[in-house]
DNA sequence: CTATAACCGAGACGGTACGTCCGGTCTTACG
DNA sequence: CGTAAGACCGGACGTACCGTCTCGGTTATAG
């Protein structure tokens, strides 16, 4: 999926003259041969130097690409990373469901945590917040692709547990997705603290503590 | 207090052949009204443009200085902003002690929210985050000066509120500090959602609800 | 004619480790009107602040061309105004052939006069000497580029006039040939007596009196 | 000998507002021992690296001094290098007198050669004529410090031999000195040829093959 | 079955910023 | 007060990337 396309172009690019009046390149001429190893690329650069460090150029290179051709298909790095980033993550989009919230919530944790241990998503996520702060593009996309989508994938995990009645009828759901959500990326972001397995015990433990039944 | 002196000059650095020998700069010999023009360029700077298009020669033209002097007194980008930082938000280690955790809680997300509305906090932390993914020191130094430091403020807080009976004898403080300040990050990094009254209302209940005797 | 070609990379350059393994621009690439626009540039630099203050900066500004686009196309400084001395010159090439030795000899003087009179080159040959005093590249360059050509000149003048039998048989044409030159290069360099019509005449007058049959 | 006496400040100089309202410092108060350290410090590092690579902060160093004691000795790096060339060639002054002419332009010849042999004479020369090319100071000291008393060294010498009637009557001696002089800048400026015996043979015997008597 | 339009690599180009060096001035502390 | 030390503002260095722009060569519909 072309996720740019919701990346609107930046707002003060200068020569969009001719880019804005036109139509947009059409997808289907795309070599995805090519896009994909510019995605790889960029995966690898993030890995070896973080976010910060690997630049369109670098990046065109490592593809065996041309500039102009990262240009035509991102409006931004940010958005380059944005597409890498959420498929990156997608694979922990996995609906476990082994029948009870305390198992469910682990096994995403796992997953979230195998995902952050093995790929470049953390310094990633680093740099599109960074860059987030200063580009209200990036901020708007960050917001509907990774926040909104991804506590939903935990909210309707508490919901099935609600639905079972493992959970009080009067607790605040969206509480406890923002506290799991927010304990997870604080701990990637500032990477202060191992996010291991004890770490998810803890969390699990004292989240529906808050919120179980009982 | 010279922050900077706890963050090491780049490892990296190519043409550190002959600095890395020599001794740092003696702080005594430092010009403080530079010093301080420069940090406070530094602030307007981000304040307009964000952290990542606050750059070394902007910095240096809005204070009236000459790049050279920044750096001889900080080592990077990131070492300037992190006393920056550090100065911006130490206003908040106000020991507010208004008799209850509740009330002193309240009173604490009241200042750093004033904090970070008032002033290029935000984006000067998504900032720092975002470099410390790939340097080693300003992560070290991050995670020191602010996350160990600050997180202290809250527990000392809980403390007293343990000390006075207020918290379960079995409450686990780790757990409720880390809630705290991650859900202040999440919020102030992602800027999804407002950093509000409401916001502090449902945060302080929801944690002194997990932890409170009875 | 592109000079710079036979001027190589400055040796003690310390970032040339990815650019020495890599072939050198493709002159075929070059833009014309910017190389011609930047040779304008700094000979108006050169007329007006002299060659030591002609800053590639400055020459970059004053061309509208970026830095990079001059460090693309020339190893140094000293290879651009190479080039440009070598084709303000080249017009004292002018084959003159009056007949006899004299009146050769006295238009080629008037040719260079006009010439140093009119442009920029002696500013530009005391910095290319003075540069020539430290890099050996420059030097070499000099030498073959200047020195031996030009010389080669004035000693084609001599050799037909030796053929008209307008000069003894044992005449040191080597040595008259470096009279007439270095005498030149000693006022333009200097500058401390003119370089005007009586000097052409009494130069010409001595060499050929060292020379001249009978 | 104060030489720098005789090259007056910059006309263009910015900050000389004070310094140029108050009485010159006072010689009688230099430290000659730092006046000389810096002058032998100035020569090792224009043998080492060249004229224009000795910079003052460099000379500074290498003398154990403070930038600001050579401020205030000399107006300008020119100034320094005169009074240090002055001081290398000056041995040369040596008033040979042979009995004959060439001999004793023999024993000049030998003598300049050994100098510039043996020390950085070559490139302080090509320095500082490049400098004078745009700082009329430095131009008006090298003519009359240079150029005009040590011609007058030639003129001597060929004077003793015109008293002795070994020089024609009618001899343009002005042109002989200038060809001699300038044969000799020519040579060591461009390096392009040894400066040898066989050199020195050369322009001795066909100079006074021009001027000799009979 | 061409032709023509878009893609693609390569890389030149005008710029901005980097981090360093040095120029020339000024201040501090020592002797 | 001369000096060593070095902070300071300014400006240039040579390099790295930015985002835009040709330039040829290739690919893949559309006529």
Redesign the pocket.
Known sequence: MAFHARLPARRE????R?RAQVAP??A????SA??DAILRAAARLAERYGYG?A????IAAE???????I???WP??AALYLELYTSLVSEARVHVDEGAVAADLRAFLKRVFEIFATTPARTILAGLIADASHDPNVADALTEQLVRRRKHLIRVLFERGFDRGEIRKDADLDFAVDTVYSAIWFRLLLGHAPFDQRFAEDLVRQVLQGIAAR
Chains 1, 2, 3, 4 share one sequence.
């Open positions: 690019s200068r020569g969009s001719r390149p059409r289907d001429r795309r070599n090519v896009h460090r630049t369109i150029e670098a593809a065996g690409s041309g500039k102009q051709t240009y035509r298909w931004s790095k």
